[in-house]
T-cell receptor, first 112, second 114 residues
Framework: SQQGEEDPQALSIQEGENATMNCSYK?????LQWYRQNSGRGLVHLIL?????REKHSGRLRVTLDTSKKSSSLLITASRAADTASYFC????????????FGTGTRLTIIP | KAGVTQTPRYLIKTRGQQVTLSCSPI?????VSWYQQTPGQGLQFLFE???????NKGNFPGRFSGRQFSNSRSEMNVSTLELGDSALYLC?????????????FGNGTRLTVT
């Protein structure tokens, strides 16, 4: 299994602005998942993008995937205070029976 | 549908003691994974169970163990607690192992070792 590296480590923006965070990984993938974690709570699955997809939307979330660069980005549009959380990516390689591992995440703070 | 339930929510133990944490997965989910989260090490994978069998294991000492019951509920045990075991322990369930289905996490057990 492999873990993604999220960048930046921390991000602070004003409410209403867009937030972009990036994920890089090392080997080929089957899919890549994004999760959110509010302080002191469990992770929540946000979106899954498969290796043959380039872009996926879910509400205010937009995820892109560039397999040639081995990178993904998560865009949150029109940010809200409730978006304050840590965001993690989990790249899943082509092999089955694989555990999900996580990097250190991007800590997003929305300033009201 | 009820989410993943972890008990207890908070726990305080003394060095040298042992502790058992419990996780009830979402109904119908047969795979349960455990993670340890600390400020210094981040989110570390402990182990994964499917149909009462351990399928994957992380790099933790033998003091950390787990099991899964026939109803998919899981427990993890830490023996001879050390101060460094203080962490948020998260349990996650999914429908199958190996199909890369998303994980559903509980809100964790906050363990403090004094």
């Amino acid at each position: 299994s492999q873990q993604g590296e999220e960048d930046p480590q921390a991000l602070s923006i004003q409410e209403g602005e867009n937030a972009t965070m990036n994920c890089s990984y090392k080997t080929s993938i089957n899919n890549l998942q994004w999760y959110r974690q509010n302080s002191g709570r469990g992770l929540v699955h946000l979106i899954l993008i498969r290796s043959n997809e380039r872009e996926k939307h879910s509400g205010r979330l937009r995820v892109t995937l560039d397999t040639s660069k081995k990178s993904s980005s998560l865009l949150i549009t029109a940010s809200r205070a409730a978006d304050t959380a840590s965001y993690f990516c989990a790249p899943i390689s082509n092999f089955g029976n694989e555990k999900l591992t996580f990097g250190t995440g991007t800590r997003l703070t929305i300033i009201p | 549908k009820a989410g993943v339930t972890q008990t207890p929510r908070y726990l305080i133990k003394t060095r040298g003691q042992q502790v058992t944490l419990s996780c009830s997965p979402i109904s119908g989910h047969r795979s349960v994974s455990w993670y340890q989260q600390t400020p210094g090490q981040g989110l570390q994978f402990l182990f994964e169970y499917f149909s009462e069998t351990q399928r994957n294991k992380g790099n933790f000492p033998g003091r950390f163990s787990g099991r899964q019951f026939s109803n998919s509920r899981s427990e993890m045990n830490v023996s001879t607690l050390e101060l460094g075991d203080s962490a948020l322990y998260l349990c996650a369930s999914s429908t199958l192992v190996g199909d890369n289905s998303p994980l559903h996490f509980g809100n964790g057990t906050r363990l403090t070792v004094t």
